[in-house]
């Protein structure tokens, strides 16, 4: 079974879309074609928060698992409202 390696803190990431799916990843350091993509899956990190209807922190995000055309696999995350992407690991 894999595992997922988390980078700490997570890497800033370009992506670029087809349609609403991730087609290429620029990272530093890494990056390319998308040749798997799984998701998105909905997540809310402030689920638990009383308030968290409120919150306008970026806790809302689409997260994605892509295989890259150099055969690895990472978990990313698409962040909202600020529209940014953000590499959270990869799988080993």
């Known amino acids: 079974s894999m595992g997922l390696r988390r980078y700490r803190p997570p890497r800033s990431l370009r992506v670029r879309l087809v349609g609403q ?25 402030e689920w638990w928060h009383p ?8 806790s809302i995000r689409d997260i994605y698992d892509v295989r890259l055309s150099s055969g690895v696999m990472y978990r990313l995350a698409h962040c909202y409202p600020q529209d940014t992407w953000w590499a959270l690991g990869w799988y080993d």
């Open 51 to 58: 308030r968290h209807s409120e919150l306008d922190d970026g």
């Open 21 to 45: 799916s991730p087609a290429m990843v620029m990272g530093d350091g890494f990056g390319g074609r998308v040749t798997v993509c799984r998701g998105p899956f909905r997540a809310n990190t």
